[in-house]
């Protein structure tokens, strides 16, 4: 079985693969657009208005603990808007990448596992990874990355 993944970049050798299911959009973001909110967690750059309503965007290199690309402050953020549902509500995060790779297509049956060493290193939200072109992926859980954030997160609901 084949399942499409959207490709993004981060300041890493590696590339995520976000399930093309749960994503919704890509969008740009000034850095004048985004609330700062004190008092949370230091993975969020803070919120912004989307379409009426209030958008987590998450700082997706913090979170991850790997060494940021440093955004300057008067650059553009480009972020990947993530949608699930959880318990019978719809839940969005923006997360931002370093780049947009396109869109790619996995065969599930070369799928690899990661080794607890690798999930401990990241996040749980990676559930395992491909190599294609010399270039490995992690593909990542989006409902098991809300859970953590909530976890993460003392303003998010559990």
Known sequence: MIQNYFSVSLSTPWKVALPLTDVETVIKLEPTEIAIIPGIAQFWYGVTNYRGNLLWVLDT????KINSFQV??????????????????????????????GVISIKLDSLSIL?????????????????????LFYLLDVQQLFKELSQKSELLPV
């Open 61 to 64: 290199e913090e979170f991850f």
């Open 72 to 101: 300057n402050s008067l650059e553009k953020l480009t972020a990947v808007v993530l949608t699930t549902k959880i318990e019978g509500i719809t839940k969005k995060v923006a997360f931002t990448a370093k780049g947009l790779e």
């Open 115 to 135: 080794s607890t060493q690798t999930k401990s290193q990241f996040s749980n939200s990676f559930v395992s990874q491909f190599q294609e072109n010399d270039i």
